[in-house]
């Protein structure tokens, strides 16, 4: 396993063989909102940031030192509106809002925390890591991965040298690494551990997108993440 993850992230030839006008892609989470506060899922609900998360928000933008950069693109829920504001006002660029980068919608579990949904259907939580839809109504992994492969189809059609931020959810970081990267299914929670306001980056090469940092602050080296991420089996 870990070596086909490994040539996962470093793009290696047979992969995948798409050649791609767009240059780099920065994936990042939103900032923390009321419910992240409160412990609730959330799915598509659309609590406003915390005042700790319009901090969070500030401090991406004023973090975020890439050049160029083309296209700013958010969700439609506040959360990630409220997050790519100042960036997107850093950068000169008006905010695209995308409904289907919106985060999974997890019907009966929305507004519920961790506890509440092992006490009202035991199981149910660890159907949901394994890769298995464990509440009732809302949406289908595959229906959230459709919605993610029609935002990355959009991103890879951008014009050429294109560099483009997307300010979206955790879950819909994991799709749209499936979608960009071409992986499976049982790949999504390879990709775990998503924090608030930090940013995966994916580059073009002769060979596709490769992943080039993982989960790492604004600013920072990314490389340190992602050697972590190639030496851990579970990532």
Known sequence: M?????????GASGWYDRAMPIRDIY???????????????????DPPLTELGREQAT?????????????????TLKRARETAA???????????????LCELDVGSWEGKTREQIATSDPGALEKFFR???????????????????RAAERL?????GSTAVVVTHGGTIRALLLALLELPHQHRWKFSG??????????????????LGFNTPAGTNAQSALSDLQSSSSL
Not at 140 to 146: C, R
Not at 194 to 203: F, P, R
């Open 2 to 10: 870990l070596a086909i993850l490994t040539r996962v992230l470093t």
């Open 27 to 45: 994936l990042i989470r939103h900032a923390q909102s009321e419910w992240n506060a409160a412990g609730r899922w959330q799915g598509m609900a």
């Open 59 to 75: 401090s991406l933008a004023a973090d975020f030192m890439v050049p160029d950069v083309t296209h700013v693109f958010c969700s």
């Open 86 to 100: 100042p960036l997107a006002t850093m950068l000169g660029l008006p905010p695209i809002v995308d409904a289907d």
């Open 131 to 149: 890769g298995e839809q464990g509440w009732v109504g809302g949406e289908s992994y595959a229906d959230h991965e459709l919605r993610a492969e």
């Open 156 to 160: 890879r059609r951008l014009p050429a």
């Open 194 to 211: 998503i924090g608030h306001t930090l940013v995966t980056h994916l580059q073009s090469g002769p060979n596709g997108l490769r992943l």
